[in-house]
């Protein structure tokens, strides 16, 4: 069974600009999350998609959103891109609450 | 505030040592994860939890709902399990440690 996945794994981007990443889960896994590492504040939580629906969201301003497609694919957008949201991007997918969590690699995003 | 306070920050042992990393948390859980990130980023879900103990090979993870903490206990410790573990609830949202850095001497 193929594992969690992220395009593109590397992003370097400029600051002001927006940027969309993706993540396809584990097939059957209807819930994604998405958590942002950074060396300062660690990990932390974004928001959690299941079947389409936005069902947490972690402290994070109104420049950063997702969505889940129909075939539980996820993407997460930044707008308006700052210094400080230079990170590692990661998302996860499971069966649902209270389901173990399946990490993909990570997005590294570098904001210039 | 931190909501999950994790103990130690750093960890050096020799090779064959017990281990172990304290995790105390002060919300509401549904369950509790360990995790395991190598140098690179990739995390790895070691244990979920929501009360009692599990055991996979030479780790064992336990929880005390009442006083809001796990340990995650290492046996005959070695340098491949050198890592940051990380605990982390699952509150009304997800809540994480700031990790504990492992560091196994052969």
């Known amino acids: 069974k193929a594992g969690v996945t992220q395009t593109p794994r590397y992003l370097i981007k400029t600051r002001g600009q927006q940027v969309t990443l993706s993540c396809s889960p584990i097939?059957?896994?209807?819930?994604v999350s998405w958590y942002q590492q950074t060396p300062g504040q660690g990990l932390q939580f974004l928001f959690e998609?299941?079947?389409?629906?936005?069902?947490n969201k972690g402290n994070f301003p109104g420049r950063f959103s997702g969505r889940q497609f129909s075939n539980s694919r996820s993407e997460m957008n930044v707008s308006t891109l700052e210094l400080g949201d230079s990170a590692l991007y990661l998302c996860?997918?499971?069966?649902?609450?209270?389901?173990?969590?399946?990490f993909g690699p990570g997005t590294r995003l570098t904001v210039t | 505030k931190n909501e999950v306070e994790q103990s130690p920050q750093n960890l050096t042992a020799q090779e064959g040592e017990f281990i172990t990393i304290n995790c105390s948390y002060s919300v509401g859980i549904s369950a509790l994860h360990w995790l395991q990130q190598h140098p690179g980023g990739g995390i790895v879900s070691l244990f979920m939890?929501?009360?009692g103990k599990k055991k996979h090979g030479r780790l064992i993870a336990t929880i005390n709902i009442q006083e809001k903490h796990s340990s995650l206990h290492i046996t005959a410790s070695h340098p491949r399990d050198s890592a940051v573990y990380i605990c982390a609830v699952d509150g009304n949202q997800f809540y994480f440690g700031t990790g504990t850095s492992l560091t196994v001497i052969p």
């Open positions: 996860a997918s499971s069966f649902g609450n209270r389901y173990e969590q399946y």
């Open positions: 097939s059957g896994h209807r819930s």
């Open positions: 998609y299941f079947s389409e629906t936005q069902r």
């Open positions: 939890l929501s009360s």
